[in-house]
């Protein structure tokens, strides 16, 4: 009976290969951790300076673009001087083209903004003119030929505004949005 039963006696030193193998086990997972949150913070950070550079972007094609529109109809052209007005104190603005208003090429850089929330945004435009939905088709009456319109109405330009902005980090952004000026 001796024999089935006997038990190891000599025990000492297990307790610290389980403490070793514990250690071991709980290293690995600290340092698969802390891998985790550094990739995770670059994500992030690459996430808020592309966001920095999308949002400036935008609002340079969706903002500033129509307005400036507006005001260089309104003036028909900007003329031979500066920038019409400031927009914000660290983004210098560059108008390349004054009668960008009836751009119908599309060819080129229009405005270029510097330092635009450490970006810089190139936009240019391009305007298509036409009848108001609606105005004006011209119909035959009859066999007399004499023309009939459908309705009245005004013109339209309409702008396709395309902006690229370039930030930190590589980050690029474009953003093409539309501007309906009604005549």
């Keep these: 009976m001796n024999r089935h039963h006997q038990r190891l006696h000599n025990e000492n030193g297990s307790a610290l290969v389980i403490v ?25 950070s690459h996430d ?32 031979a001087e500066a920038t019409p007005f400031n927009f914000g104190n660290s983004a210098d ?11 119908m090429v599309g060819v080129g850089t229009d405005v270029e903004m510097e ?28 066999y007399a030929g004499r023309g009939k319109t459908s309705a009245k109405g005004g013109t339209q330009r309409v702008y396709t505004i395309s902006g690229l902005g370039r930030g930190p980090a590589n980050s690029q952004a474009r953003v093409v949005t ?6």
């Design 20 to 44: 070793v193998l514990i250690l071991a086990v709980v290293t690995v997972i600290g340092v698969l951790a802390t891998r985790t949150a550094t990739i995770e913070l670059q994500v992030a």
């Design 93 to 103: 603005l560059f108008i390349h083209k004054t009668d960008f208003w009836e751009n």
């Design 178 to 183: 539309g501007w309906r000026h009604v005549i």
């Design 115 to 142: 330092e635009l929330s450490e970006s810089n945004v190139t936009a240019c435009t391009y305007c298509t003119v036409g009848p108001l939905p609606g105005s004006g088709d011209n119909m035959n009456e009859g």
């Design 48 to 79: 808020k300076l592309h966001k920095m550079t999308w949002y400036a972007t935008e609002a340079v094609c969706d903002g500033l673009m129509p307005e400036l529109i507006e005001q260089n109809i309104e003036n028909r052209d900007f003329g």
